[in-house]
């Protein structure tokens, strides 16, 4: 799967191991209804902010194998929550080099670029 850029898609995070898929990347496909494909750089801002919409990335759940989020952890976040914290004004940064390209359907790429993770 290409990244934003058309490029080949670079691994998001292996610790703690991110993706749809766990894998590391931010694949998906027609069963991902979230579309989890933008690789963020966690913030203190952003997870609050998630959990007051009802999507508490901080907590862990093993029986999703999920190890809960602190800042600085980079996730695979679904496209529409991203650009709903974008909205909010705590859009965290983004790995472009590891954002799928299905965000462009849902997400300005110039929105991405200006959010970009050094």
């Known amino acids: 799967m290409p990244n934003i850029f058309g490029e080949p898609l670079i691994s998001c995070c292996n610790d703690p191991l991110t993706g749809y898929f ?31 919409r009802g999507n508490d990335l901080i907590t862990p759940r093993p029986e999703f194998q999920f190890p809960g989020l602190k800042p600085g952890d980079k996730w695979c976040l679904c496209a529409l929550r991203w650009k709903e914290a974008l909205e909010a004004g705590v859009a965290p940064l983004v790995v472009l080099e590891a954002t799928n390209e299905k965000t462009l359907e849902y997400v300005n790429i110039n929105d991405l670029i200006a959010h970009a993770a050094k």
């Open 22 to 52: 766990r894998d590391g990347y931010c694949k998906t496909d027609a069963s991902d209804r979230g579309s989890h494909t933008v690789c963020a750089v966690m913030t203190e801002e952003f997870l609050t902010f998630s959990r007051s």
